[in-house]
């Protein structure tokens, strides 16, 4: 059984089509999404651009759709929620259809391409998404957002929470270099996750933009058991008895 860590999308340089893959987008898409399944939402529709996302809406239609996301860390102007989770409760999102972009996290999952399983991972579902990954292939490979094109801490500390619940379930794993380092770091920080972040670019920008309740939930581990599993470009609830 192997494990890889790409840094950002477009480090990808095999192909994942035997692969089961995780998404993370810790601050704070993969979250949002996490939390939306979580209370209910019927679907998540990622695309690319605002332009992309207006035209999907009007293309549904109906008052159960929502613009959701972000540019810059803020609300898109005419979008229903922003890319902030604490927006995304059940009574705001529960049977809705959300057709959500952001900055970097919704690019990752478009950019990413064919693998066997794509689930979107966080420090809030980190358990149950290894599990689901495990239970699709005996190759894994998780795919960060990053920050524009870069490497962003906190995706690669919940790769490394990741890839610890996976050792945990199975014993020791064939790991590539930056899951070995992903790992590592999980385990010298994992005891204070927030403080470990302090000074990280993403950490920084979300902060001065007043978000830092939005940070401190997202480093919530474990409280939540929906996977979202995205087939034909469309997320939706895992069924776990499947």
């Not at 898409?29 to 651009?49: D, F, L, N, Q, R």
């Not at 890839?163 to 270099?177: E, V, W």
């Amino acid at each position: 059984m192997s494990i890889d860590v790409y840094a950002t999308a477009g480090a990808i340089e095999k192909d994942l089509r035997n692969h089961a893959c995780v998404i993370v987008d810790v601050l704070r898409a993969s979250s949002v999404i996490t939390t939306a399944i979580e209370h209910g939402c019927k679907s998540v529709i990622p695309v690319a651009e605002v332009e992309d996302a207006a035209m999907m809406a009007r293309q549904l239609g109906g008052e159960r759709v929502l613009l959701c996301g972000e540019r810059q860390g803020l609300l898109i102007p005419g979008f229903n929620l922003s890319n902030s989770p604490l927006e995304y409760t059940q009574e705001a999102v529960s049977g809705r259809v959300l057709v959500m972009s952001t900055t970097n996290g919704t690019r990752a999952i478009l950019r990413t391409g064919s693998c066997k399983a794509m689930f979107m991972g966080s420090f809030l579902n980190a358990k149950a998404v290894a599990e689901a990954a495990l239970s699709q292939s005996d190759s894994i490979a998780i795919v960060c957002a990053g920050t524009g094109g870069r490497y962003s801490l906190d995706d690669i500390l919940c790769s490394g929470a990741i890839i610890s619940r996976i050792i945990d379930m199975t014993g020791k794993q064939a790991l590539c270099d930056l899951s070995r380092t992903a790992l590592a770091l999980y385990d010298s920080y994992s005891e204070d996750l927030f403080t470990s972040l302090q000074g990280s670019q993403h950490f920084e920008r979300l902060r001065s933009l007043g978000f830092e309740e939005d940070i401190r939930y997202c480093l919530q581990e474990d409280v939540m058991q929906a996977v979202p599993v995205c087939v034909n470009g469309v997320i939706r609830k895992l069924d776990r008895g499947a």
